[in-house]
Structure formats: structure tokens, C-alpha cells
């Protein structure tokens, strides 16, 4: 899945604009000095975002218990322990790149990919809203919820597995510096 999904990534590249049009006071990684806090600040958006599609579906999950009982809350469980270990991730990722990530001298093309994933990550945030909303939809109409169960975790392993995938590039561009 790894290979794949990088390939994916960085041929969907964004721009630094469209992540300075979604974080407020984001500037980018080009200068050295503004490294440490723009990589804490997309971290700590993200980790915001996801709180509350986290909240959200807390809320769903109460939905699915009161409406199906304990037969429903099996897969919701697996959910929410996943949602909240992707959450965990993101939030203690950014002391990890104090050291090494403010010193690197960053070649545009590198540079370019550290976006390309950064904002692959804020896809997969709006994706996991998505379908979260699709959960509650599905329940709401009596729809297939363990399917809408499974989307919504494949949606979140698929944006854990993203996230380390960006490691993997910073650790492998420190590593060629």
C-alpha cells in the first residue's frame, strides 16, 4: 500500500498556496527559522480539525448505541480507537523534527513533496469528516452501517499510513543531507 499511496500523494501535489489558504498564518518551510513553528502549526491545525470529527462522531456513536444497542458498537469502538490513534500521531509529531528539520538546507523538489503530503493530510481530514457524516447518514436511513464502519476506518488507516509516509520523506532527505 506504501508505494502506491506515495505515488498518489505526489502526483496529486498541491502548492504551498493551498496550504496557506487553509491554515491561518501558516508561511511555508522555506525559511530555516520559521520551519519549527509552520511544521507545529500544521500539526496543531490538523490535530484541531480532527477533534472535532472526533466529537462528531462521539455524538454518532451515542446515535448508534441508543438506535442498535450494544450489536452496533463493535466496529464504532474499533472507529473511535483509531480515529484517536491518528490523532496521537499528528499531535506528537512535531517535536520530532525540531532538531534535524530547522537545519536541513531543502532543494525546491523536497520541498515541494513536504507539501504535497502536508496537504495530502488535509485532504484526509476533510475525508474522514466525509465519512463521518456518512456514518450518521447511513444510520439515520437505516442504511448498511457496518459498511459506512469499515469506509470511515479504511479512511483513517489510509491517512495513519500517509502520515508516516511523510516521515519516511523527512527522515530519508535528513538522511541525504
Known sequence: MGSNLYDKIVSQRGSLENLVARIPGFRGYQDKQARRHADRMLREF???QLDQHIDHFKRVQN?????????????A???????QTYRDMLNAAAPGYDGMWAQMKIESEDLARIYAFDEAQIVYIDKIAAAVDAVEETLNNDGDLKQALSALYDTVVESMEAFRL???VLTNLAQSL
Open 63 to 75: 446515535d448508534i448505541l441508543d438506535r442498535k444497542g450494544l450489536m452496533g458498537m463493535g466496529r
Open 166 to 168: 511523510r516521515d519516511d
Open 77 to 83: 469502538r474499533e472507529v473511535q480507537t483509531k480515529l
Open 46 to 48: 490538523l490535530v484541531s
